[in-house]
């Protein structure tokens, strides 16, 4: 089968078990907490605590520290918000894509199975963060009397996000059942990715001679495009948004194409 045969195919199980696909997400959700005595409250408690606590640092601790060394324009707690949302949404599945595969060694085995869905479950089981996110940026934008029509792009900033981290979870959850070592590398790049885009510093404060290597990093255009819709309330330049769209386009089909010829070989290597 060629690559373009095998993607299609992937493509066309996915829509063909998507009520399957839905029921797995919800059940992603939920087993992560299954056994604990608050069950998916904590799905609710962790991105609030981890805003919460950015809050305290971005806008109490850090705007004392810095408030006579540095112009900060506008709300420097809004902007880090922005950012952060998409950032633990891209932390989740960066963790956990990698090992997706080897951990549902059972299901994989079965002829039947469609072993596409798992990445793409997992995926879409970040919506709770993001929307519980993005509920806590709109609390905090309208407490502030910093919201704008612009926060309605926020959503749709999350379309082309979305569209990266599913070909993201294609290609590491194929490539993790062959290189277990892939996952070091993730969970590597997971410390630092935090820090090599503009989720707390404005890119106007790094020198020039380093922005471009800020912008080689994939993650600093859709987190531009975050700030764009709760920061600065609209959209800056469109070219970083149709080339965030055509970014997430192109890993969706890369990340489908290497999965979609690396699953026949699972079973052996599981």
Known sequence: MSNASATAFLFSSLRKNRRLLL?????????????QMLGSVWAVVHPVMTVLVFIFIFAVVFRVKVD?????????TLYM?????????????????????SHQASLVKQVVFPVEILPVKMVLATLPTFLIGF?????????TGRISFGILLYPLAAVPLYLFLFGVAFTLSAIG??????????????LIGV???????????????????????????FIETFHDAAYYGGIRSWLVWIIASAVGLLSTWIGATIFARLKPHFGSYL
């Open 23 to 35: 029921e797995m997400a919800r059940r992603d959700i939920s087993d992560r907490y299954a056994g």
């Open 68 to 76: 006579d060394t540095l112009k900060i324009p506008g709300d420097h």
């Open 81 to 101: 918000l922005s950012g952060l949302i998409p950032w633990l949404v891209i932390a989740d599945v960066l963790g956990r894509s990698s090992s997706i595969i």
């Open 135 to 143: 509920s806590g940026l709109l609390i905090y934008a309208m407490a």
């Open 177 to 190: 059942v062959f290189l277990r070592d892939i996952r070091e590398v993730v969970q590597m790049y997971s």
């Open 195 to 221: 820090y090599i885009a503009p989720i707390f510093y404005f890119m106007d404060w790094v020198p020039a001679a380093v922005r471009p290597v800020l912008y080689a990093n994939p993650v600093t255009l």
